[in-house]
T-cell receptor
Framework: RKEVEQDPGPFNVPEGATVAFNCTYSNSASQSFFWYRQDCRKEPKLLMSVYSSGNEDGRFTAQLNRASQYISLLIRDSKLSDSATYLCVVNTGGTGKLIFGQGTTLQVKP | NAGVTQTPKFRVLKTGQSMTLLCAQDMNHEYMYWYRQDPGMGLRLIHYSVGEGTTAKGEVPDGYNVSRLKKQNFLLGLESAAPSQTSVYFC????????????FGQGTRLTVV
């Protein structure tokens, strides 16, 4: 079993839709969590960090549930430019390992 | 601003050949990582380093070796390339192992024939 798991999708949604991605992690000692975005096999770039209390950045909301060991990303009012692969990333802290999920592909259609 | 630079960007190898991929960062980051990305597999951690002179195995270390002789450089070696090592390789660096954001190089597309 992978340490970090995501539903690979693809998620095909119309512009303006709200879409949510979930991610689960297996190491309860994990300390920090992120969502990265990757376009067309280019390098991944940080979308947002995920904090225990939940956090929002414009149309994007990230939440962490430590008890159930899952992370979520909510995208409201989807834009065509949101089409990309979204990668869940977990840092196990003490070991320094940074583990990626397999990514969830989002396609926003006109 | 260079950030993280990978060399080379593209390479074709014959089975059995060896090569070294170079990752250089100018941000004084302690942590560095090598990943490979295959279709539908996401990024898988090959090896990583928590500081100069230290390295550790990731999820898929077999067939690869690494060295971190200088803080700014992290080298990934393939001693005897195999077609299964055809992939896109990404290097990343981070200032912290407990929450630091990782910055990535642009990737190296390696084909082993």
């Amino acid at each position: 079993r992978k340490e970090v798991e995501q539903d690979p999708g693809p998620f095909n949604v119309p512009e303006g839709a709200t879409v949510a991605f979930n991610c689960t992690y297996s190491n309860s000692a994990s300390q920090s969590f992120f969502w990265y975005r990757q376009d067309c096999r280019k390098e991944p770039k940080l979308l947002m960090s995920v904090y225990s209390s939940g956090n929002e950045d414009g149309r994007f909301t990230a939440q962490l549930n430590r008890a159930s060991q899952y992370i979520s990303l909510l995208i409201r009012d989807s834009k065509l430019s949101d089409s990309a692969t979204y990668l869940c990333v977990v840092n196990t802290g003490g070991t320094g390992k940074l583990i990626f999920g397999q990514g969830t592909t989002l396609q926003v259609k006109p | 601003n260079a950030g993280v630079t990978q060399t080379p960007k593209f390479r074709v190898l014959k089975t059995g050949q060896s090569m070294t991929l170079l990752c250089a960062q100018d941000m004084n980051h302690e942590y560095m990582y090598w990943y490979r990305q295959d279709p539908g597999m996401g990024l898988r951690l090959i090896h990583y380093s928590v500081g100069e002179g230290t390295t550790a195995k990731g999820e898929v270390p077999d067939g690869y070796n690494v060295s971190r002789l200088k803080k700014q450089n992290f080298l990934l070696g393939l001693e005897s390339a195999a077609p299964s090592q055809t992939s896109v390789y990404f290097c990343a660096s981070s200032y912290s192992g407990t929450g630091g954001i990782a910055f990535f190089g642009q990737g190296t597309r390696l084909t082993v024939v």
